[in-house]
């Protein structure tokens, strides 16, 4: 899948049902684990700053409603930016506001009605072959980009909320190759954005593991090599512990090696994505 909207084309390797299936579980398994907790882990603060456990999953509502809204443009053939002067960090606060304080049930509710239906709706896009794009964050792409992009954010914040209540979630191999993938096409906008044209390995170790490539040139391209990358070259480590890290949840240079530039550059961008 290719998006030609504007900058530079992003192409990913990815299969829509597989991705799909991945979000069911992932919101699944989410869902039975904040329907157990209790006020006082409401209140807990989570690992974004200022954010208590409750806040966040008011967050994961407002996305939700959100891939509703970019759902229901899709299948109206919509070229209408939905997020036009989005800020990963102002953005999330303002649309907070007005959630805060409201009955967690409820949260939860429309957390799992909205799921249903944005899942029943990406599957009939996928069955018709309908290769429309949508808009994110990081400007249009695919439409099941968008999809991954909400996997890539209900699965950090689910460890956001979950890991400081002690109650950290097995990591799920299909999950966490996804957002892995989804991170590279993040690092991919904000290189292309710049003007540099590199490739990234990015080798990701344990029960997890997978190898991914990013190439940035005229199109940000994340795939799979045919063959695994070396030891030199390539960022590589723990794949929940470098995922995270990438995206402003620890050191990547800590905790990951590989080229130092890159790992400068991709652990600036994960401090800046840690508002999102």
């Known amino acids: 899948m290719t998006s030609r909207r504007q900058g530079a084309p992003v192409r990913v390797d ?4 597989t991705l799909l299936d991945a979000l069911e579980r992932h919101r699944a398994r989410l869902l039975g684990s904040l ?4 006020d006082a882990a409401w209140a807990t603060p989570s690992r974004c700053a200022g954010w208590s456990v409750g806040d966040v999953v008011a967050h994961l509502r407002w996305g939700t409603d959100v891939g509703l ?7 109206g053939g919509s070229g209408e930016r939905l997020f036009d002067g989005f800020d990963p960090r102002a953005t999330p606060e303002a649309e907070l506001a007005p959630l805060r304080g409201l009955d967690p049930a409820e949260h939860l509710a429309a957390i799992r009605a909205g799921t249903a239906t944005l899942l029943a709706a990406a599957r009939e896009l996928a069955a ?16 099941p980009l968008a999809f991954n992009h909400l996997l890539w954010d209900s699965w950090l914040h689910e460890r956001d ?10 990591p799920e191999p299909a999950e966490v190759r996804l957002v892995g993938s989804y ?12 003007g540099m044209r590199t490739t990234v390995d990015l080798r990701l170790e344990g029960t997890c593991g997978e190898a991914q490539r990013l190439r940035v040139g005229d199109e940000v391209v994340v795939d799979h090599p045919a063959e695994p990358p070396g030891e030199e070259g390539c960022i590589r480590g723990d794949a929940v512990a470098v995922i995270e890290a990438m995206s402003g949840r620890g050191d990547l240079a800590g905790l990951a090696r590989g080229p130092e530039p890159m790992l400068q550059i991709a652990g600036a961008l994960g401090r800046r994505l840690a508002g999102m």
């Open 14 to 17: 990815v299969d829509p049902p």
């Open 35 to 38: 329907g157990a907790l209790d």
């Open 69 to 75: 809204e970019l759902v229901r443009r899709v299948e």
């Open 128 to 143: 018709r072959g309908v290769e429309d794009e949508a808009d994110t964050p990081l400007g249009w792409v695919p439409w």
């Open 161 to 170: 909320v979950l890991l400081p209540l002690g109650m950290a979630p097995d």
């Open 183 to 194: 991170q590279l096409v993040i690092l991919g906008a904000v290189l292309s954005m710049f």
